[in-house]
């Protein structure tokens, strides 16, 4: 045995992200005839992502919308290029702040419509500044 | 044709869409360490305040005027750029990224097609899926665009943000127009010259002897001047050094599957964007590596992605700026992938001298004494000791940024909450 051949690597601490690739640069023994059959696993992104580019998240913080099943905590997946026509849950910007509302438009006026019945509705007339930032598609809960 | 599309006041409008009640209002964003203002709403423009002003000795001047100051948040500009880009490709597969906030569509055989509609369409389409303001410029060549974009942007009320140079009259008008030292690669050097022998505008430079330009401004300024006249001169991934930002971008011939081949491209891309600013003496603040597969192939797995790298300070050393692409490719490298496509940018473009001022008008003390180590071990031993100093960096180093808003696309316990 000639000790001297060994090398000994110290780990490289700088990185702490794992490096999957490192596995196929191992190429003693012929390789996995089931690295041919790999699929990328599950992602939620998936289901809840339809356009990537437009998709934003949000945190919920008081009880608004809890008829809507929107808690305080959960995700909000909001999908901007969505049109936000009547009835839809959308993400608005009003008066210098962000809050999460279902819509009521009609042809005179808008309406932001909280689902719990210890808050009250905002009309939203000429003095507001509303931005609509997006729709909301989906809600991510923590049971 | 070519059509550059440029993001308004890119950084500014980044924080906005997560902020937006500094909607029109004056907004600055500080470069590294708080040091510098880097870029400026219009608003802020309007007030005078100059690119490069230090942070300090306008502490005064911003808290009176009601000027809102952000930290460099180079994680979300680099997701909001890539939002930007991965829209645009959709338009054309002949896709340039110039910088971080701006790209050159290149459409062949689109002549029936109305540009300056389509331009409207990608204006409104990117405003609302990212929130992101920009201008579409069209013109038969490069450099044309370039004004053709400087005139959407300048005369927003008239152009609705889109304007394309595509008659004779317009061109002439346009040229006319704009001035010399504004023309796309024309440095300060060659606008004195210039304007030495009397040109001041573009027109004039444009009737200017081939020979004259040749012999004063290399081939380089005689393509320029062909560009300019109509004649595209110069091609897609055809890069002339600017100051806002630079990219080196490429497409693959064939894919790349490997990480070790994408590795010697990415550390390749970030070497020449080392070099680019080291020629105008410039270093950069951050930079983001992307890679992305094949768009127009049908099969196969799709993926798109980037990733930010803030630097520790201001830099342009090939090694250092490599080795941080080559730890962002190690984040986001897929296996399986057939990658068709891949690039650096550097954010947070400053000159060195701005630089220097910066780090030595730094308060904290800490990183006075290691910037001047890491200065005299690099003057020393040679670059390749700059190593030592990226270790410690990532540990102790930690950045100045008082004014810092939420990673809100890259961090899911940043994003934004909502009543």
């Known amino acids: 045995m000639k000790s001297e ?7 490289n601490r700088e990185y702490h992200k794992k490096m999957h690739w490192v596995q196929e ?27 990537e580019e437009a998709t934003f998240y949000a945190r ?56 719990n019945p210890k808050y009250q509705s905002i009309k939203v007339t000429e003095e507001n500044e509303l931005i609509i930032w997006g729709v909301v598609t989906y809600v991510v809960k923590k049971l | 044709m070519f059509v550059l599309v440029d993001c308004n006041n890119f950084y500014a409008s980044c924080e906005r869409v997560f902020q937006p009640k500094w909607e029109s209002k004056p907004v600055v964003i500080l470069s590294n360490n708080d040091g510098c203002v880097i870029a400026r709403s219009n608003e802020a423009k ?40 991965t829209i645009l490709e959709k338009y054309t597969p002949n896709l340039e990224i110039y910088s971080i906030d701006e790209a050159f569509l290149q459409f062949k055989g689109f002549d029936l097609f109305n540009l300056e509609q389509e331009g409207q369409r990608m204006r409104k389409q990117v405003r609302k899926w990212t929130g992101i303001p920009v201008s579409v410029g069209i013109a038969p060549t490069k450099a044309l665009a370039k004004i053709a974009n ?19 009259k317009k061109r002439i008008k346009a040229l006319q127009w704009t001035k010399i030292g504004d023309v796309w690669g024309v440095g300060r050097k060659h606008k004195i010259r210039l304007e030495a022998i009397g040109v001041c505008n573009a027109l004039q430079f444009t009737q200017l002897p081939d020979a004259w330009v040749r012999k004063h401004m290399s081939v380089l300024g005689l393509r320029l001047k062909k560009d300019l006249s109509g004649v595209s001169s110069i091609q897609l991934e055809e890069i002339i050094p600017m100051k806002k930002g630079i990219a080196t971008t490429r497409s693959f011939e064939g894919t790349i599957t490997q990480f070790s081949d994408l590795e010697e491209r990415i550390s390749t891309f970030a070497t020449s964007c080392a070099e680019k600013m ?8 951050a930079l983001l590596v992307f890679v992305r597969s094949d768009p127009h192939k049908k099969g196969g797995f799709p993926y798109q992605n980037s990733c930010v790298l803030p630097l520790p300070y201001a830099t342009n050393s090939s090694i250092l700026l490599s080795k941080h692409a080559v730890t962002g490719l190690q984040k986001i490298f897929k296996k399986g992938v057939h990658y068709k496509k891949a690039g650096v940018m550097i954010m947070g473009l400053i000159p060195t001298e701005k630089r220097q001022l910066s780090i030595f008008q730094n308060n904290n003390n800490k990183h006075l004494t290691l910037m001047q180590s890491v200065d005299r071990i690099h003057k020393r031993f040679g670059p390749h ?20 808003s939420q990673r809100f696309t890259t961090e899911l316990n940043e994003i934004i909450t909502i009543k």
């Open chain 1, 5 to 11: 051949k060994l090398v000994f690597y110290r780990p």
């Open chain 1, 25 to 51: 640069g191992i190429s003693a023994g012929f390789p996995s005839p089931a690295d041919d059959f790999k699929e990328l696993r599950i992602s939620i992104d998936q289901e809840v992502v339809s356009n």
């Open chain 1, 60 to 115: 919920v913080s008081g009880e608004s919308m809890q008829g809507a099943g929107l808690d305080d905590g959960d995700l909000l997946v909001i999908d901007r290029s969505l049109e936000p026509i009547d009835n839809k849950i959308a993400v608005c910007f009003i008066d210098g702040e962000f809050t999460v509302k279902r819509l009521k438009v009609t042809k005179d006026e808008v309406l932001l419509i909280p689902e």
């Open chain 2, 46 to 85: 309007a007030l005078n305040i100059p690119m490069g002003a230090p942070a300090f000795k306008y502490k005064q001047q911003f808290k009176q005027q009601g000027v809102k100051v952000f930290s460099s948040n180079y994680p979300l500009y680099g997701d909001m750029s890539n939002r930007v880009m």
């Open chain 2, 150 to 168: 400087k005139i959407a942007k300048k005369f927003v009320n008239r152009t609705q943000g889109v304007y394309a140079i595509d008659t004779e």
């Open chain 2, 278 to 285: 080291r020629k105008q003496r410039s270093s950069c603040n």
């Open chain 2, 385 to 404: 000791r700059i190593k030592l100093a990226n270790q410690d960096l990532n540990r102790t180093w930690k950045m100045k940024q008082e004014h810092l």
